[in-house]
């Protein structure tokens, strides 16, 4: 499938939902070993002068030591499409199974970057840090119903360093 690179001025999607509705698939590592996850939780956004994707990863996640490793990591989004795939990816790890095959969407090898083919739109980005939530810092007290078993989540914060749109099926 073709994807067409564009600016970040040229983006049209909403930043709440393209998470929230939509899901992603974060992917991080490289062609030699990989892996991807379900999410639908993260921010598109501007920090340090950098337009910048930010993604929440819970330590549990064998994504997390992927994004911990490596320097860089892609968001595949997927608009809703997929769900099914996108559930699997979300419930088995890759720890005990190979989420492309049993799924058939199709990795893509793009030089330091791994992500999906089957996604509407790809955020290839270079990792600028990553922080921990501090459970002393939520003023929303319900929030702490998220960590009742302490498995808390990452901040990981990536710059963007190429959009990538489908053009074609
Ligand atoms: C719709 C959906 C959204 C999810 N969003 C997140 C998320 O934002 N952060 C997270 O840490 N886990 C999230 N998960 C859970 C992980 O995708 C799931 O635990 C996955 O199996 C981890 O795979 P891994 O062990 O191969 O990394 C989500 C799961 C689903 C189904």
Known sequence: MAFKEIKIQELSINPVTVF????ALLTAGDKNK???MTVSWGAIGEIWSKPTVFVFVRHSRYTYGFMDNGEYFTVSCF?????NELTLFGRKSGRDCDKYK???LTPVFDENFVYCD???YVFLCRKTSKTEFDSNNFY???IS???SDNDYHSIFTGEIVKILKKTSK
């Open 34 to 36: 990989f892996n991807s």
């Open 79 to 83: 608009l809703g499409k997929n769900r």
């Open 102 to 104: 049993e799924t058939g």
């Open 118 to 120: 089957d996604a509407e």
């Open 20 to 23: 929230s509705e939509g899901w």
């Open 145 to 147: 119903g998220c960590y």
């Open 140 to 142: 929303d007290k319900d």
